[in-house]
């Protein structure tokens, strides 16, 4: 009950209608990533204070890293940070600033899951509960809603352990 939405964009795109419900609950901020620590009311009190953090900016290299270092300051336990156009090389600068940025730099933050779409960080302290999770529900999951979906792993070591999260092919098994 003490939670807000925060949505913040460079330009407004918000269709009142569709945010009236909660629209008590959120909080609008019309402003460029890069100005985001001057323009985010309390950022310095608000650090480890979010639970999701979504960030679909720029997708340039520099930019990325930056957003990233504000995602890691903002990002609370058991949070969990997506990326937008994680995978997609028309973006391959976004793929080497975040790789970049967990590896190996001093962040406690570590890829959790991909998929065709978009990739998921969370704490590393909380890899193996959303790991858990993920293995004991995702494709069930996935199943009621009619959709059929493999969930691979092919890294095991300390330092890469990501799920691939993805529609399965025709005549897989």
Known sequence: P???????DVRDHLDPAAIEPFKAKTDFILSDSSELRKTLPGYRDRHHAFRFIHIDASHGYEETFRE?????????PLGIHSLAAF???DYSQNIAAIFKYLYPAASDLVMLLATDEKGYLCRKGDFE???DLLLSRSIAELRRRDIDAVLARTAYGPEYKAFHLRGRVSGET
Request: a neutral charge; zero cysteines.
């Open 87 to 89: 995978p997609t090389l």
């Open 68 to 76: 990233l270092k504000m995602a890691d300051e903002l990002l609370a």
């Open 2 to 8: 003490n939670e807000r939405l925060v949505l913040v």
């Open 129 to 131: 509960r959303y790991a």
